[in-house]
Nanobody, 122 residues
Framework: QVQLVESGGGLVQAGGSLRLSCAAS????????MGWFRQAPGKDYEFVAA????????NYADSVKGRFTISRDNAKNTVYLQMNSLKPEDTAVYYC???????????????WGQGTQVTVSS
C-alpha cells in the first residue's frame, strides 16, 4: 500500500518552469515504478512520464520529451517532475502514481495521488 501526495503546482507563464514533487509513504518506495499523468479540463488522463524502480529507465510522452525530466530519490521517498519550456497546452491537473512498470497506461498503476494543478498562461 502506497500513499502519494503531490505538490509544486501553480501558475506560470509560457516558457517558464515548474518542479513537481510527489512524496510517498506507507510502503517501500523503491519497490515501485513511478509515473506522472495529467488531465486537462474535459479530457481523459494523459501519460506524461515514468521512471523505473532503480531509475535506470525512463519513459516520456512525445509531447513532453526534451522539456520534462522525471527523477526520483529513493532515500527521500520522492519522485519529481521538472517541467521546462512550459506551454499553455501543458495546463492540467498532474497526478503521480505508483505502478508495476513504466508503461503509459493507467491500468498498470495501482496507487494515485490527489493531483496538483498546473496552469500555463499565454
Amino acid at each position: 500500500q502506497v500513499q502519494l501526495v503531490e505538490s509544486g503546482g501553480g501558475l506560470v507563464q509560457a516558457g517558464g518552469s515548474l518542479r513537481l514533487s510527489c512524496a510517498a509513504s506507507g510502503r517501500t518506495f523503491s519497490s515501485a515504478a513511478m509515473g506522472w499523468f495529467r488531465q486537462a479540463p474535459g479530457k481523459d488522463y494523459e501519460f506524461v512520464a515514468a521512471i523505473s524502480r532503480s531509475a535506470a529507465s525512463t519513459n516520456y510522452a512525445d509531447s513532453v520529451k526534451g522539456r520534462f525530466t522525471i527523477s526520483r530519490d529513493n532515500a527521500k521517498n520522492t519522485v519529481y517532475l521538472q517541467m521546462n519550456s512550459l506551454k499553455p497546452e501543458d495546463t492540467a491537473v498532474y497526478y503521480c502514481a505508483a505502478g508495476r512498470g513504466i508503461v503509459d497506461t493507467r491500468a498498470w498503476y495501482d496507487y494515485w495521488g490527489q493531483g496538483t494543478q498546473v496552469t500555463v498562461s499565454s
